[in-house]
T-cell receptor, first 113, second 108 residues
Framework: DTEVTQTPKHLVMGMTNKKSLKCEQH?????MYWYKQKAKKPPELMFV???????INESVPSRFSPECPNSSLLNLHLHALQPEDSALYLC????????????FGSGTRLTVV | GQSLEQPSEVTAVEGAIVQINCTYQ??????LSWYQQHDGGAPTFLSY????GLEETGRFSSFLSRSDSYGYLLLQELQMKDSASYFC?????????FGKGTRLHILP
């Protein structure tokens, strides 16, 4: 298995909702990442998990809450989002945080209404 | 902080060669990667340079000059399927930071 799987592929949520994005990999990778990508913009790093511990938070608002239940799973919990948070949320993984080649999932297209 | 500069768009003809340049400024540099992203798709890793010089992978080559803080991606024998966005990305200690991306248009 050489894939990163993200669910759901599309999500529409209201500003008062709570939802979660899920990411899974079975490549034995020990580093996992959340990126946010707006249309025609580059992916922007949000969080880095290294060996299941949060190692980098790029000053992301607290309405985004990451969780790494085990080495294969990464969640992003969403609460009280704003319309400007609408974007493609990409999960990626790598063998370890020093690795330079990331494997990305296809993303969750999030729309906040 | 970091900054990466690359052209926003490049146009080339099918079968030709195209070079996408990238200059960078960063506080901690481990190497330069290149990723391809088709519309609606996920970024896909293409190549990585940690040391000066040219790395070749099939039709794609990547070059790095650490002293000039400069690199490029060279695509040969262009095919229509190469129409995509190409991002240079700086590897820092535990993360990768992406440039703004270059949209490659290929004409038949």
């Amino acid at each position: 298995d050489t894939e990163v799987t993200q669910t759901p592929k599309h999500l529409v949520m209201g500003m008062t909702n709570k939802k979660s994005l899920k990411c899974e990999q079975h490549m034995g990778h020990r580093a996992m990442y959340w990126y946010k990508q707006k249309a025609k913009k580059p992916p922007e790093l949000m969080f880095v998990y290294s060996y299941e511990k949060l190692s980098i938070n790029e000053s992301v608002p607290s309405r985004f809450s990451p969780e790494c239940p085990n080495s294969s799973l990464l969640n992003l919990h969403l609460h009280a989002l704003q319309p400007e948070d609408s974007a493609l949320y990409l999960c990626a993984s790598s063998q370890d945080p020093r690795e330079y080649g990331y494997t990305f999932g296809s993303g969750t297209r999030l729309t906040v209404v | 902080g970091q900054s990466l500069e690359q052209p926003s768009e490049v146009t080339a003809v099918e079968g030709a060669i195209v070079q996408i340049n990238c200059t960078y400024q960063t506080s901690g540099f481990y190497g330069l990667s290149w990723y391809q992203q088709h519309d609606g798709g996920a970024p896909t890793f293409l190549s990585y340079n940690a040391l000066d010089g040219l790395e070749e992978t099939g039709r794609f080559s990547s070059f790095l000059s650490r002293s000039d803080s400069y690199g490029y991606l060279l695509l040969q024998e262009l095919q229509m399927k190469d129409s995509a966005s190409y991002f240079c990305a700086v590897k820092e200690e535990d993360k990768i930071i992406f440039g703004k991306g270059t949209r490659l248009h290929i004409l038949p």
